[in-house]
């Protein structure tokens, strides 16, 4: 007589579990969408990036060509829109061409951290307790060092390089996404729809994936 029960309580959980995370997400969605500094700064970003993908096609010159006639060429003047260098070789185009290099350093730097943060938040955040603590002792003491400090010290123990730069510059940011999403999953831990999902039987990798992972999107894109 109690089965049928039971399952109408555990549809009623699962319902509510859905409803939750969905509400969640969307919420978070909302507030991604509804932040001005996040929409501007994702138009310039895409003006920068449209730029650096099309160099090869832009009308602009080589950046590497050299004119000693037109060095330290004011901005505007020469036909030139930013000027030049003491080498005479146009500045708008090496910024244009340069991004291109910078580019690929930060979002592969960034991802790389952003990954490697994310997990860690995650967990430390999640399960608490002894993770939590050895987790954030162990970011505390990472934050302790100066940002350029730390980055010039594990280039220097990396070696030299564009790779080793980048990995440098990945370990650094680390500890700033981890402490971040800590506090977003610490939030959402407490949540009904998350408790609803532990109470019907869903395991804790199921939990964070579908219930906490898609509520700190919008932090994640923030930090």
């Known amino acids: ?97 340069g991004a291109r290099i910078s580019l690929t350093v930060g979002v592969l730097a960034t991802v790389l951290a952003m990954i490697a943060g994310t997990t860690v938040g995650l967990l430390a955040g999640y399960f608490g307790g002894l993770v939590d603590q050895i987790v954030m002792r162990t970011i505390d003491l990472v934050m ?17 390089g564009l790779l080793n730069a980048m990995m440098a510059v990945a370990v650094v940011n680390v500890s700033f996404y981890a402490r971040g999403i800590r506090g977003a999953v610490l939030t959402l831990r407490g949540q009904e729809f998350v408790e609803a999902a532990r109470a019907a039987g869903a395991t804790d990798g199921r939990i964070l994936r579908q219930h906490v992972l898609p509520g700190i999107v919008a932090p994640l894109l923030v930090f």
């Open 144 to 160: 302790a060092f100066p940002y350029i400090l730390l980055a010039i010290a594990l280039v220097a123990a990396l070696g030299p």
């Open 1 to 97: 007589s109690m089965g049928p029960s039971l399952a109408i309580e555990d549809a009623d959980r699962a319902t509510g579990t859905t409803r939750g995370a969905r509400a969640s997400r969307v919420d978070g969605i909302g507030r991604l969408l509804g932040n001005r500094s996040v929409l501007l700064g994702a138009l310039i970003v895409s003006v920068i990036v449209a730029a650096a993908l099309l160099a090869p096609v832009l009308p602009i010159s080589d950046p590497n060509r050299t004119q000693p006639g037109r060095r330290l060429a004011a901005p505007l003047s020469s036909g030139l829109l930013l000027g030049s260098d003491h080498l005479g070789r146009n500045l708008l185009s090496r910024i244009v061409w």
